[in-house]
Structures are given as structure tokens and as C-alpha cells.
């Protein structure tokens, strides 16, 4: 795997594919592979770069406090130690909140932005259930388990474990397969989570923009969804029926289609 040397930080990631650069951003604790079902298609039209944030994967897990500012900052680094000077932005979850502040701190860097379960600001119900999060981690020591066991029931609809129980045991062996993150990382990942507020900066976004979300989503629902769409200029938003907060493994095929659909639209 290539790796790049930035200020303080070495960074892992995957290329994939060819034409314009797409930036895939993986969400709370993953790594790149996180987007396995989506680069597959993704790299038919676009060089796909998915990256592990810090504290993820095969990147540096420094010490110190870590906000979802700074995981953009090192995002654009990458991107320039790349020689990328402008990509299509898409990420999930923790990975959106990576990406809206790229796209405020960063926008002739952006060309279009893919924003997927977001949300703007951590309020009290999101922040009673990281701190659920956090506990569980602390007490199993054990991230992988930390995710199947505490955030996966979250992201997934109950009618899936019941109609397709062996695919969802696969998506737990998949995370249990990954490089383990160490529990500290995790907790520094998620203080991030904790402190996100780009409320008051959304609408300085430029770029093209797509928000989805799942209709079932209790975590970044269209509580939020709605909002930012209404505050970038000319956002689109796409709401998947009957999904919760992980559409990219519910409703793989519609989720590529659509999501595909619109980075198409504004590449070239």
C-alpha cells in the first residue's frame, strides 16, 4: 500500500481506476477498504483515492487532540503530496464531516461534494450515543467488536439481520479482518465527533453537491439531511427508503446507481 509522508503524519491509502480523482473519506474507525462495494464501480469512471484517516488503518495514530478540522487539513495534504489539485469529495458519516470542512477550508480543491449520512453539529441525542460508544470500547478494549456489536445495530435496519443474517455476519468479519485500531485512536476519533460544528459555516460550501440519507436513520437522520441541503446552494438530496444509516450496504446497487449518477454528471 502507498503511503505519504506529510507534516508530523504519514498517511495510507488506495488508487484505483482512472480519470478525474475521487476522494473517498471512510467514516468513524474504518479504513479505505470501507468503500470495497463502491470503488468497484466507481473506478470504471474515476481514479479512486480512498485514504486511512488518522488513528485508521495503516496510517499514524499520533497522540494529542484530534477535531475533524485538522482530519481535512491532513486530507488536503494528501491530496497535494498527490499532485491532486482538485477532486470529486464523497464520504459517510464522519467521512461527510471530514469533507464539508474540506470543502469550506478548501474549495477550489473540491469539485464536487458527496455527502453521505452527515450531519452539521453534534446535538444531545448523537452525543449520548458516542459516549455509549466510547464506554462499550473502554470495556471491551476491542474496537472490531466495538462496531458489530455497539455501532453496527445503528447502521443497519432490523429487517436486514432478519432477511439476510449471513450477509451482515460477513460485514462483521470484514471489520473484525481489518488492521485493528487501537482503542485510544478511537476514543480520539470520536472526541472529534463529539466536538464537530460546522453549523455556521455550511453555507460557504460551493461546490456541487449530493446529500443522502437513510429515511431510518436515527444517528444523522433528516433532521440534519434537510438542513444542509437547504443551506448549500443548488444541493441535491436523495433520501433511501427503508435504510438506515449505511444505504452503502443496504441498498448497494441503487446506492452505486444514483451516487454514480451524479458524480458523472459533474465530471469532465
Same mark, same amino acid.
Given at each position: 500500500?502507498? &503511503?505519504?509522508?506529510?507534516?508530523?503524519?504519514?498517511?495510507?491509502?488506495?488508487?484505483?481506476?482512472?480519470?478525474?480523482?475521487?476522494?473517498?473519506?471512510?467514516?468513524?474507525?474504518?479504513?479505505?477498504?470501507?468503500?470495497?462495494?463502491? !470503488?468497484?464501480?466507481?473506478?470504471?469512471?474515476?481514479?479512486?483515492?480512498?485514504? $486511512?484517516?488518522?488513528?485508521?488503518?495503516?496510517?499514524?495514530?499520533?497522540?494529542? %487532540?484530534?477535531?475533524?478540522?485538522?482530519?481535512?487539513? =491532513?486530507?488536503?495534504?494528501?491530496?497535494?503530496?498527490?499532485? /491532486?489539485?482538485?477532486?470529486?469529495?464523497?464520504?459517510?458519516?464522519?467521512?461527510?464531516? /471530514?469533507?464539508?470542512?474540506?470543502? %469550506?477550508?478548501?474549495?477550489?480543491? /473540491? &469539485?464536487?461534494?458527496?455527502?453521505?449520512?452527515?450531519?452539521?453539529?453534534? $446535538?444531545?441525542?448523537?452525543? +449520548?450515543?458516542?459516549?455509549?460508544?466510547?464506554?462499550?470500547?473502554?470495556?471491551?478494549?476491542?474496537?472490531?467488536?466495538?462496531? /458489530?456489536?455497539? +455501532?453496527?445495530?445503528?447502521?443497519?435496519?432490523?429487517?436486514?439481520?432478519?432477511? &439476510?443474517? =449471513?450477509?451482515?455476519?460477513?460485514?462483521?468479519?470484514?471489520?473484525?479482518?481489518?488492521?485493528?485500531?487501537?482503542?485510544?485512536?478511537?476514543?480520539?476519533?470520536?472526541?472529534?465527533?463529539?466536538?464537530? =460544528?460546522?453549523?455556521?459555516? !455550511?453555507?460557504?460550501?460551493?461546490?456541487?453537491?449530493?446529500?443522502?440519507?437513510?429515511?431510518? $436513520?436515527?444517528?444523522?437522520?433528516?433532521?440534519?439531511?434537510?438542513?444542509?441541503?437547504?443551506? +448549500?446552494?443548488?444541493?441535491?438530496? +436523495?433520501?433511501?427508503? $427503508?435504510?438506515?444509516?449505511?444505504?452503502?450496504?443496504?441498498?448497494?446497487?441503487?446506492?452505486?446507481?444514483?451516487?454514480?449518477?451524479?458524480?458523472?454528471?459533474?465530471?469532465?
Amino acid at each position: 500500500m502507498p &503511503k505519504v509522508k506529510l507534516d508530523g503524519i504519514t498517511l495510507n491509502y488506495e488508487q484505483q481506476g482512472a480519470g478525474e480523482p475521487l476522494l473517498l473519506i471512510p467514516y468513524l474507525a474504518a479504513d479505505h477498504a470501507c468503500y470495497a462495494f463502491q !470503488v468497484a464501480e466507481y473506478a470504471k469512471h474515476f481514479t479512486c483515492i480512498s485514504v $486511512d484517516l488518522r488513528g485508521a488503518g495503516e496510517s499514524d495514530k499520533p497522540d494529542g %487532540v484530534w477535531s475533524i478540522e485538522l482530519f481535512a487539513d =491532513d486530507v488536503a495534504g494528501l491530496m497535494r503530496a498527490l499532485g /491532486v489539485r482538485q477532486a470529486h469529495v464523497t464520504g459517510l458519516s464522519f467521512g461527510a464531516a /471530514v469533507g464539508m470542512w474540506l470543502a %469550506v477550508k478548501y474549495p477550489t480543491m /473540491v &469539485k464536487s461534494l458527496s455527502l453521505h449520512a452527515a450531519w452539521t453539529r453534534t $446535538d444531545p441525542f448523537l452525543r +449520548i450515543v458516542v459516549e455509549g460508544w466510547q464506554a462499550l470500547a473502554k470495556g471491551l478494549g476491542n474496537v472490531a467488536e466495538t462496531v /458489530v456489536l455497539g +455501532i453496527f445495530p445503528w447502521c443497519l435496519t432490523p429487517e436486514l439481520y432478519a432477511a &439476510k443474517a =449471513d450477509y451482515v455476519r460477513s460485514l462483521a468479519d470484514f471489520v473484525r479482518s481489518r488492521p485493528p485500531q487501537p482503542v485510544s485512536a478511537f476514543l480520539r476519533q470520536s472526541d472529534a465527533v463529539l466536538a464537530h =460544528d460546522i453549523e455556521s459555516q !455550511v453555507g460557504r460550501i460551493a461546490a456541487p453537491t449530493q446529500v443522502t440519507c437513510g429515511r431510518r $436513520d436515527q444517528l444523522t437522520s433528516t433532521r440534519f439531511a434537510e438542513p444542509i441541503q437547504r443551506a +448549500i446552494r443548488g444541493a441535491e438530496l +436523495i433520501v433511501f427508503e $427503508d435504510c438506515a444509516h449505511a444505504p452503502i450496504y443496504e441498498r448497494v446497487e441503487e446506492f452505486n446507481a444514483r451516487t454514480l449518477a451524479f458524480l458523472r454528471r459533474h465530471a469532465g
